[in-house]
């Protein structure tokens, strides 16, 4: 089934490889993903859908855990959460089917953010579903290029804090350094 | 106090208590290389990046100090590979630093450039790329942090040339604090867990302790004794976990798993309750997954979350440091002997009928008499490495061990090429220690070229090397499920003459062909004061058993010995 897995990373460079990687060292597929920064600056949230059974994607989490650069994981799937995906997509039209094609934008409010006389560029925002539906039903159209982000998600009411590390540090706030920071006994 | 990038990183090492570092020098690495040749840190210059890799995952296992290698760039950085994935897949902390090319040429293909932060990503626990002087002390603070708490493993440090020039402020960090990486921090519920643990294990009538390396690791070898002294409760380990209970206990039940013993196997698939400790179920362990331990309730302890329930589903999951755990859990066990007397008198029947054996192979010289000689010669008390293969195996079964840190082999990865590096490593970590070296013909010929540096540094191992010709574990597949069609795996008549080879290193070789030569060549290697090679000249065709073939269940053991 399809998951949605939300990934809060230290915004170092080189954690996207390591994220992806670890998907690709279990022959995982990602459908989309979107990376982006948080309130803090320091602190970047992975948004990754991908298709596979409860047990490899609990495998999954518990492995992006481990890794030193991820600060926080959850899967969202099932829960109360809001998705979105932009799409922008690009259209032959010209005077015949402008008509037909401004009807299918309105329905689903999505915007008309270029035109000319070959062709003319929407912009749509949505769940999947959605933006499924509407391709759907522009397909018919001459459909000459679209771009989608990928989903993000939100939880409606909780900010995702668990599984976390450090005691649910997962605000994204740099964590404020505890007095007993934690001396490196060794030797 | 301005220094170096160089400098800095060297007096870091310094600072972390590193007295030994392994590797070789080359074009990047040289300014670290220049502040070295100033150190107190000794280096001991390896024939090969592999051997230096493995020289510190041994004296890391050996000492529980992590192991240190600097390298250079592009084909040093390769060559390290095998040594971090050996050290990864069984948790040993090593840093390994590489040296790279200017920041401004990364990327571009420079000579002797390779983009090492990408290859070792899945086989270290960590990899840093320094890219700023001001970062050097940080970082190297971090590795050592990464690499020797929480499950410990490999991790690897990219020092570009031009940060090694670099010059900045000294500040040595004393406090490490990672947001993301919090290994100490309890995980939820685990005090409910254990509770959960203790009830399972009271109402228990055929429990079975299964005890692996973590437990090791974690220093939780007293835990482990009282824990079985206290209930009574009889214990296996796996190839890692040898040594964390004394072998010669009438508790234990030696090692499980594909070469295990008969009642090892049998025990933990007859359990009601079985409590796994710092082990990770791996497939040499349970054999077929879906067959395994099926009667029972399990219990796992393991400090690293990703290592439960992945391969066996287990009902108590204790996510937790082992010695933590288990001291928590012990005051809630009682003594279970008379309870389960009817499971301790099967488990002593199947001892009985099933004991350990191998054939005798009259005059020639069985590999398992050789090694069980060792053993009484050196009382148990050695620290053994082994190569990978029969003779690996042989060693798990036949040597007794009866100390945690005695047992040092590749176990996750299967490296052949281990057991040479890894016991100089051991050895320069542990110098009153008698430390042995196990290996095949065909193991020890993959990292022989690091016969130079015991040689060079007077490293005092003792290596016996159990010479039959063949690579003995494929051989012994190819007789079983391939028609005894040897496919690749004879190499005696591509063998050198190992008693010239060592004698050019300036090396005493004692070479062996009869069963009356072995103990006294033993004790000559062993009252040896430098490194002494001892080739044995084994029966060819001996196959290890018990085994429990591929795709098997752990009690569906083939046993001809």
């Known amino acids: ?187 | 106090m301005k220094l170096t990038g160089a400098q800095i990183l060297i007096r870091c090492l310094e600072k972390e208590g590193v007295k030994h570092v392994f590797g070789l020098p080359g074009g990047v690495i040289l300014p670290t290389y220049d502040v070295l040749y100033d150190s107190k840190i000794k280096l001991i210059l390896t024939k090969h990046e592999q051997g230096a890799t493995h020289m510190a995952d041994g004296y890391a296992r050996a000492s529980g100090r992590p192991g240190v290698c600097i390298v250079t760039s592009g084909p040093a950085a390769t060559n390290t590979v095998t040594g971090l994935a050996t050290a990864y897949m069984d948790s040993v902390p090593v840093i390994c630093i590489t040296g790279q090319v200017v920041t401004s040429a990364i990327g571009s293909d420079a000579f002797q450039e390779v983009d090492i932060i990408g290859i070792t990503r899945p086989i270290t626990k960590h990899n840093f790329l320094i890219k700023d002087v001001r970062d050097v002390a940080r970082t190297v603070r971090e590795a050592f942090h990464i690499a020797t708490t929480g499950k410990p493993g490999p991790v690897l440090i990219d020092f570009p040339v031009d940060v090694s020039r670099a010059v900045t402020d000294f500040v040595w960090p004393e406090d490490v604090f990672i947001r993301s990486y919090q290994p100490d921090a309890e995980a939820p519920g685990v005090e409910d867990r254990i509770r959960e643990a203790a009830e399972l294990i009271r109402s228990s009538r055929q429990p079975c302790l299964y005890v692996g390396g973590g437990a090791i690791i974690s220093g939780a070898e007293k835990q482990v004794r009282e824990f079985v002294k206290k209930t009574g409760i009889p214990v296996t380990t796996t190839i890692l976990g040898l040594g964390i209970f004394p072998e010669t206990h009438p508790s234990s039940l030696r090692m499980l798993g594909m070469h295990g013993t008969h009642y090892a196997n049998y025990s933990v698939q007859n359990s009601d309750v079985l409590i796994a400790v710092g082990a990770r179920f791996d497939d040499r362990v349970t054999g077929n997954v879906a067959k395994f331990a099926p009667h029972a309730k399990i219990i796992h302890i393991d400090i690293d979350p990703a290592s439960i329930s992945k391969t066996i589903r287990v009902d108590v999951p204790i996510v937790s440091d082992v010695k933590k755990a288990l001291e928590r859990l012990l005051p809630m066990v009682d003594d279970k002997r008379d309870a389960i007397q009817p499971w301790l008198k099967r488990i002593a029947e199947w001892k009985q009928k099933f004991p350990l054996k191998y054939a005798d192979a009259g005059n020639k010289i069985h590999p398992s008499y050789v090694i069980e000689q060792i053993g009484e010669l050196t009382d148990h008390q050695a620290i053994v490495v082994t190569g990978v293969g029969q003779h690996q195996m042989w060693t798990a079964q036949w040597y007794k061990f009866v100390k945690p840190r005695s047992m040092l082999t590749s176990g996750g990865l299967g490296t052949m090429g281990y057991g040479l590096p890894a016991a100089i490593g051991a050895q320069l970590g542990m110098p009153k220690e008698t430390v042995i070296c196990i290996e095949g013909d065909g193991s020890f010929q993959m990292t022989m070229t690091e016969l130079a540096t015991a040689a060079f540094e007077k490293v005092p191992v003792k290596v016996f090397i159990m010479d039959n010709g063949y690579y003995g574990m494929v051989r012994q597949w190819q007789q079983l499920f391939y028609k005894q069609r040897y496919s690749g795996s004879v190499i005696g008549p591509t063998n050198p003459d190992f008693m010239k080879l060592v004698g050019a290193y300036g090396i005493l070789g004692i070479k062996v062909g009869q069963k009356k030569e072995v103990i006294p060549a033993i004790k000559k290697a062993l009252a040896h004061k430098g490194p002494v090679i001892v080739q044995c000249k084994v029966s060819r065709e001996e196959n290890v058993y018990p085994m429990v073939a591929a795709g098997n269940a752990l009690d569906q053991i083939m046993d001809m010995a």
């Open chain 1, 1 to 187: 089934m399809q998951h949605t897995i939300s990934v809060l990373v230290e915004n170092h460079f080189g954690v996207l490889a390591r994220v992806a990687g670890l998907f690709s060292a279990r022959g995982f597929n990602i459908d989309s993903l979107a990376v982006g920064e948080t309130q803090d600056s320091q602190v970047s949230r992975m948004t990754v859908i991908a298709q596979g059974d409860d047990r490899i994607v609990e495998q999954i989490m518990k492995q992006l855990n481990k890794l030193v650069d991820v600060i926080c994981v959850e899967d969202l799937t099932g829960k109360d959460i809001i998705e979105r995906e932009l799409v922008l997509i690009k259209i032959g039209a010209n005077a015949t089917n402008r008509n037909d094609i401004m009807h299918v934008v309105n329905t689903f409010r999505a915007k008309i953010v270029d035109v000319n006389p070959e062709s003319m560029t929407i912009e749509v925002t949505g769940s999947e579903g959605k933006i499924d539906a509407m391709l759907e039903l522009l397909r018919p159209f001459n459909l000459r290029e679209v771009v989608r982000t990928g989903q993000i998600a939100m939880a409606r009411r909780n900010v995702i804090k668990s599984p976390c590390k450090a005691g649910g540090k997962a605000k994204g706030g740099r964590g404020p350094k505890p007095a007993a920071a934690k001396k490196n006994k060794k030797k």
